[in-house]
């Protein structure tokens, strides 16, 4: 039977509050633990920030007292929500080892989505993203073989290939082509919604954690790598977020925010292969469902409207991590040269786009493109992880 979390009865609000104890969470084995398992608790932690962040601007915007009260009740568990979520990282596992895992949620994520995207548009807006990303993921295993001296098929275990993307250079656009059209609510399929907050909430966790972690780099390639990236990740961000119907209420977006990590958890919770971290999705699933009740009151009162009027009827299916190798090959093939132009995009360059590339570049060469240079210098080759063949758009190994 379809799960509607809107019939379903969570945790009191009283009863969310955990002590201590009950946050000092065990974290994963980084040598044993699945890689999608690291997957699942990097999105759900990009879901939580966005959830408390939103909470925040929601609230700054509120004159109401009692709302603003309720809402930071919601938002301290919210929070400690996050901290048990992102505290199954392992502290053993460095920096980079972090930022591979990061780079294989965004693009086993993003194809997922892509994939099961029922709008045109939007699934072209994810299928561009996603060729970005992946090219990330190939410039990071690069600098990890050349700076640890480790393989990133460790961390992906073969189940993400790792080679390259739409060379990272050219992801650098003039900010207009970086705005698209947002979807219309009175039409859009609710799982558009979703799909677009997810990916939002996502891309706005790396798009911070690169921002943060970059200048704690020692080796100039690697703070410069994380600096281009970083901008990169900043045009995804703004890409993402302008998908989304900015005519939805402060409460409808509040709605569709605790819906959509009551369908995230909830997905975790059929698909996760781990029994300990299965838990905390369930525990968290439950949660979530009171403040889904809340929300829908809250949208009820100051909407005039039934939550059933913008909601799905039940959750959609599980959002899973699988491998995408023969999306994102075909995407390869088809897509690689493609670029903005306004809300739409091209195959050619453009003077925008050139204008961009020649202030952002100024003549040189990008750490982008010089970190594989520089592996291929030191370890004889770049790095590739081609588990399915060679490269799709040709692309050969360099020697």
Not at 229 to 257: F, Q, R
Request: negative net charge; hydrophobic residues 35%; contains cysteine.
């Amino acid at each position: 039977m379809a799960f509607d979390p809107l019939q379903q009865r969570g945790i009191p609000l009283d009863e969310q509050l955990r002590d201590w104890r009950e946050l000092n969470v065990t974290p994963i084995d980084p040598d044993h633990a699945d890689p999608y398992t690291r997957c699942r608790i990097i999105t759900m932690n990009g879901i939580e920030t966005e959830a408390i962040l939103f909470s925040h601007q929601l609230a700054r915007h509120c004159p109401d007292l009692e709302i603003k009260q309720q809402l930071a009740r919601v938002r301290y568990v919210e929070a400690q929500q996050q901290k048990a979520v992102n505290w199954l990282l392992p502290g053993t596992s460095s920096v980079l080892e972090t930022t591979i895992a990061y780079e294989q949620v965004a693009v086993d994520l993003t194809a997922w989505v892509a994939r099961m995207e029922p709008d045109p548009y939007l699934k072209q807006a994810y299928q561009f993203g996603v060729l970005e990303d992946f090219d990330h993921l190939y410039r990071y295993a690069n600098l990890y073989e050349m700076i640890e001296h480790r393989k990133a098929e460790k961390i992906v275990d073969g189940l993400t290939e790792v080679m390259p993307g739409r060379p990272t250079y050219l992801h650098h656009r003039d900010p207009l082509d970086n705005v698209r059209q947002p979807y219309d609510r009175s039409v859009t399929e609710p799982l558009s919604r979703l799909h677009a907050l997810t990916v939002m909430a996502a891309e706005q966790q790396t798009m911070n954690f690169y921002m943060n972690v970059g200048p704690t780099c020692m080796e100039p390639i690697a703070r410069q790598l994380y600096q281009e990236i970083a901008m990169v990740e900043e045009e995804h961000v703004t890409h993402y977020e302008s998908l989304v119907d900015p005519g939805e209420s402060w409460w409808e977006m509040l709605l569709n925010h605790e819906y959509n990590e009551c369908y995230l958890y909830y997905s975790f919770m059929e698909t996760e292969s781990d029994p300990k971290v299965k838990n905390i999705w369930e525990l968290h699933l439950n949660m979530e469902l009171e403040h889904l009740r809340l929300a829908a009151d809250l949208f009820r009162r100051f909407d005039g409207r039934e939550p059933d009027q913008v909601l799905a009827p039940a959750l959609p299916p599980p959002v899973t991590f699988e491998p995408n190798k023969a999306y994102i090959r075909e995407l390869l093939a088809t897509q690689i040269d493609c670029t903005t132009l306004g809300t739409g995009y091209v195959k050619e360059a453009h003077e925008r786009f050139t204008r961009m590339q020649e202030a952002v570049m100024n003549g040189e060469k990008p750490a982008s493109e010089r970190v594989i240079d520089d592996n291929r210098a030191i370890s004889g080759r770049e790095y590739r992880l081609e588990t399915e063949g060679p490269h799709p758009a040709g692309l050969q190994l360099s020697r």
